[in-house]
């Protein structure tokens, strides 16, 4: 009875209710559809990094990762084939390469760029990473002169396939040394980076050019798909010698998962002022319900109501109006969530790929957590609940003589 | 059975102090049919509202049944209006938003009885105060007489030992203001419950088996006009 008595109350003021309603259906929403972009950001960030960067794990010499930074090239695997074979037979793993990142100066013959050079092994490459598949120009490496350019870069120094490029850097005793490639393909990949400053080569190029021998810098391993990647590093890390190191791809770019993180909180403040502001709009609502309605509280107090039910009745309209502010946010919220799940955000322009004549877009799509929703729902709801105690206060201090005398 | 005794109100406005009881003491035995009779400021919604334990006195106690209020917490005297006192008002006091029956359900929810005697008894009173086509109205949709029938159904349905119903009359016209007291009369007698209610208007005041008359704050006379 107490709660049809507050749902008739809530629609006493129809336009008061949708407004009060419609203002936390604001900030929920926002608070879904920024948690929805922060998980396709995030996943399209993990995307990158596993298909083009590191894979699901990386084998490196220890000690290599902590100076990572200055491609310590006296640190390498230098024996990367028997590693290869052992890592290649733990269950769970789809797929092993060795690569080698190294520093380096690309030449077209009027201006040089600083890039990062990525040797392959081109046979086994593709078992982890999808370079291969990113060649929108000309072809893969298939002789070992032959050089792959990230679209960004080939457009900034106006390469074409077949052009001649030098590589210059230094080797492994720090002595320069440099090569000569013919562009054989243009790499677009859905990694931003990657084709800005990234050219990639034969290894046993790579590692003649850097005075390696066999040595390369790391190996990346691809997991299957049942495989979890914490249960699949301690496995590697048990079968493999300790001179070598085992790290996850968030160890390995742990910086950009906590500026992700951080951008996380920092949007769910946003959101969050939204729903303060919508906090204050129903304490507003309870407010002007409970000076309006004092003689009622009046009449009910006459009829024996303590201050439980009274306190029960407008909690209930609360309530209920953080209940529909909280469908309504979910729904708007889900709607567009769904949008960027299903069309996502076209952002080739914001690459500057439109002009380039290739036929790849970067769309980023969003991805909707389930459980985030949930949370979101019962906030909206807990929140409404939590401002109307404020009013409410007011309608309990009332003494029945005053309110029923109250006009 | 109610007994008041020596009761004093002071309102404080301002800095000013307005005495609207100077020294009441009534007794008011059960089953009785009573008005409080006064000229406007005279303190009859005053002592009504204490006797109905809504308003505290400055001095003086009421005694209800035994029991004196001014010894009751807040909770203790809402418990006392929950099961023994049901009050009509001058202005009816319905929730606009319930029907006449949801309106009459209302003190019922408070107390534990099976659903389907709360419908009984709800479909009762209303039928016996002559509302039984109207359950389903809102107040809006009916007239002033109508809902002080309402009113009048809602103080009895929980069947409390006194109904208190200031000014019932002062917003009806004198026919329906007429229907209405002899409604209660006939109430009073078949639910045998205290009925003490105030007035200024003469035509209450005959129904009345006892006149109370108060004037500046204090009894002026006491009588009973009809035989019991």
């Known amino acids: 009875m107490l709660l049809k008595l507050a749902w008739r109350n809530v629609f006493r003021h129809k336009r008061r209710t949708q407004i009060t309603a419609a203002a936390i259906s604001i900030g929920l929403g926002a608070m879904i559809i920024s948690n929805t972009m922060m998980n396709g950001m995030d996943s399209l960030a993990s995307y990158n990094i596993i298909n083009y960067e590191t894979g699901h794990l990386e084998v490196f010499a220890a000690g290599y990762y902590r100076e990572e930074g200055l491609f310590p090239l006296d640190t390498i695997i230098d024996e990367p084939d028997p590693l290869i074979a052992a890592v290649q037979d733990i269950p769970g793993v789809k797929g092993v390469t060795a690569r080698v990142k190294f520093p380096a100066r690309i030449s077209n013959g009027i201006d040089e760029y600083p890039v990062l050079g990525i040797g392959i092994d081109p046979a086994t490459e593709s078992d982890v990473f999808k370079i291969e598949q990113s060649v929108v120009a000309g072809h893969y490496l298939e002789n070992p002169e ?12 106006d390469i074409d396939i077949g052009s001649l490029i030098t590589v210059i850097t230094r080797d492994r005793n720090g002595t320069y040394n440099a090569y000569d490639f013919i562009v054989s393909g243009v790499l677009l990949t859905d990694h931003p980076l990657f084709d800005v400053n990234a050219v990639v080569m034969d290894l046993d190029i790579t590692q003649e050019l850097l005075s390696l021998n066999q040595g390369v810098t790391e190996l990346s391993v691809r997991l299957g798909r049942a495989a979890n990647v914490q249960t699949m590093q301690s496995r590697i890390t048990e079968a493999i010698d300790k001179g070598y190191e085992v790290l996850t791809y968030k160890e390995v770019y742990g910086s950009i998962f906590e500026v992700s993180g951080f951008k996380r909180l920092m949007q769910f403040i946003i959101a969050l002022v939204v729903v303060v502001i919508a906090a204050v709009g129903i304490i507003n609502t309870m407010l002007m319900a409970v000076i309006e309605r004092i003689p009622e509280i009046g009449t009910l107090k006459a009829m024996g109501f303590g201050n439980k039910e009274i306190i029960k009745l407008f909690m209930y309209e609360g309530g209920i109006i953080g209940m529909f502010g909280s469908v309504l946010g979910c729904m708007y919220g889900l709607v567009a969530s769904l949008f960027l799940v299903i069309v996502g955000i076209d952002l080739t322009s914001f690459f500057n790929t439109a002009d380039m004549g290739y036929p790849v877009k970067f769309i980023m799509k969003g991805q909707i957590d389930p459980g985030m929703v949930g949370i979101v729902f019962v906030f909206g709801i807990v929140v409404s609940l939590l401002v109307t105690l404020w009013p409410v206060r007011r309608a309990t201090r009332l003494q029945p003589v005053d309110a029923l005398r109250h006009v | 059975m109610v007994e008041v005794q020596g009761l004093y109100k002071d309102y404080k406005v301002g800095k000013v102090l307005f005495p609207a009881l100077r020294g009441v003491s009534v007794s008011i035995k059960d089953e009785e049919f009573t008005a409080i009779a006064g000229p406007s400021g005279s303190g009859k919604t005053t002592l009504l509202n204490i006797i109905g334990c809504l308003d505290t006195p400055t001095k003086g106690k009421v005694v209800i049944n035994g029991t004196d209020t001014s010894t009751l917490s807040r909770t203790e005297k809402a418990e006392l209006r929950k099961k023994m006192i049901g009050f009509v008002f001058q ?60 009113a009048i159904a809602r103080a009895l349905v929980k069947n409390p030992s006194m109904v208190l119903a200031d000014e019932p009359t002062a917003n009806l016209d004198s026919t329906t203001a007429h229907d209405i007291l002899s409604l209660m009369e006939k109430l009073n007698k078949t639910h045998k419950t205290t009925f003490i209610f105030s007035t200024h208007d003469q035509l209450v005041m005959d129904f009345a088996r006892r006149l109370v008359l108060l004037r500046d704050g204090k009894v002026v006379s006491d009588k009973a006009r009809k035989a019991e």
């Open chain 2, 91 to 150: 202005t009816f006091n319905l929730i606009p938003v319930l029907t006449a029956y949801e309106n009459v359900e209302m003190p019922l929810i408070l107390l534990t009885m099976p659903e389907c005697e709360k419908k009984d008894r709800v479909t009762t009173i209303l039928e016996e105060v002559g509302l039984g086509e109207y359950l389903h109205r809102r107040p809006n949709e009916m007239s002033g007489g109508q809902q002080q029938r309402v």
């Open chain 1, 146 to 157: 032959d050089i792959l350019i990230g679209a960004e870069l080939a457009k900034t120094m």
